[in-house]
């Protein structure tokens, strides 16, 4: 049963540019989660999606914007690229809108460097 | 949101017990307490959850006080694979809201 994955796993960008990320969920699961996640510190929220809507926000500029596809696969995709964007972007998978939240299984996550 | 504090780093030696305790006063009557560990250039990955009292699994007990504005995540005889950083969350149980993490406790085992 394969976990989450994430491509790319490493990515290099110039400021300015657009990037897309793309996250597969577990087997089962259908909402999928995103997070950044700076050097030193703790996971971010940026956005959930569940039924191919964004569901919850957090304190991320419009720049960062997502999409669920019909078969729960998600993209982040963050536009003009800052420097300060550089950091590790962590997908995180769930089951069903009402199981508890606690239940969410994390990728590898997606190394960004903005250059 | 309640805002959780442990220690930001600990060390300790193989085989022996480690706790970690997280403060959380701020906890509201629907939230959950829930630990997650984190190698490097890994996602984080959930290791034990509790609301109150005792709570133990095959990887790590978890001890609630009845005031619930603590906890202590204890790991068995550590081992080197255990050096890794661990987030102590307060989650309401509810779908669809988001985990908040802190900075973590970067946990060190030597031999």
């Known amino acids: 049963d394969a976990g989450v994955t994430q491509s790319p796993t490493h990515l290099i960008k110039t400021r300015g540019q657009q990037v897309t990320l793309r996250c597969s969920p577990k087997s089962g699961h259908d909402t999928v989660s995103w997070y950044q996640q700076a050097l030193g510190q703790g996971p971010q929220f940026i956005f959930q999606?569940?039924?191919?809507?964004?569901?919850q926000r957090g304190n991320f500029p419009d720049r960062f914007s997502g999409h669920q596809f019909p078969n729960y696969s998600s993209e982040l995709n963050v536009n003009a690229l800052l420097l300060g964007d550089s950091a590790l972007y962590l997908c995180a998978s769930s089951s069903g809108w009402d199981s508890p939240t606690y239940e969410q299984y994390f990728g590898p996550g997606t190394r960004l460097t903005v250059t | 949101l309640a805002k959780t504090t442990q220690p930001i780093s600990m060390d300790s030696y193989e085989g022996q017990e480690v706790n970690i305790t997280c403060s959380h006063n701020n906890i509201a009557t629907n939230d959950y307490i829930t630990w997650y560990q984190q190698f490097p250039s890994q996602g984080p990955r959930f290791i034990i959850q509790?609301?109150?009292t005792k709570v133990t699994n095959e990887v790590a007990s978890l001890f609630i006080p009845a005031d619930r504005k603590s906890s202590t995540l204890s790991l068995p005889r550590v081992s080197l694979s255990d050096t890794a950083v661990y987030y102590c969350l307060v989650v309401m149980n509810n779908a669809g809201n988001m985990l908040t993490f802190g900075g973590g406790t970067r946990l060190m085992v030597k031999p």
């Open positions: 999606y569940y039924e191919e809507e964004e569901r």
């Open positions: 509790g609301y109150k």
